[in-house]
């Protein structure tokens, strides 16, 4: 069993930064992919981005290249979403996913566990 909990969320101005945490339990962290996914009002979950278990390989959704990296710390059990050049769509609730026997994953129900989600809010 894994536990989730994501924090770093806020309300922050067009083209501002926000870094997101996502602090994991159990010592088995170095064997889950991690992932960001989020959910903005009326639309459905979508992924932006996933690193392997090992750190090494890393992808994201095109709206999220170039503006936000994914990286985690195994010493904190830890996967951070560092965010820059935020914009007003980027506005959503942000979750953290994690993935066990599998370094890919695009869908949200492709996931093991799930953390309760962090408010991102960008204001134009």
């Known amino acids: 069993q894994v536990q989730l909990v994501e924090s770093g969320g806020g309300l922050v101005q067009t083209g501002g930064s926000l870094k997101l945490a996502c602090a994991a339990s159990?010592?088995?962290?170095?064997?889950?992919?991690m992932g960001w996914f989020r959910q903005a009002p009326g639309k459905e979950r979508e992924f932006v981005a996933r690193?392997?278990?090992?750190?090494?390989?890393?992808s994201y959704t095109d709206s999220a290249k170039g503006r936000f990296t994914i990286s985690r710390d195994s010493a904190k059990n830890t996967v951070y979403l560092q965010m820059s050049s935020l914009k007003p769509e980027d506005t959503a609730v942000y979750y953290c996913?994690?993935?066990?026997?599998?370094?890919?994953?695009?869908?949200?129900?492709?996931?093991?566990?799930w953390g309760q989600g962090t408010q991102v809010t960008v204001s134009s």
């Open positions: 159990g010592r088995t962290f170095s064997a889950y992919a």
């Open positions: 690193i392997s278990a090992g750190g090494s390989l890393t």
């Open positions: 996913a994690a993935r066990r026997r599998s370094n890919y994953f695009r869908q949200w129900n492709e996931c093991d566990y």
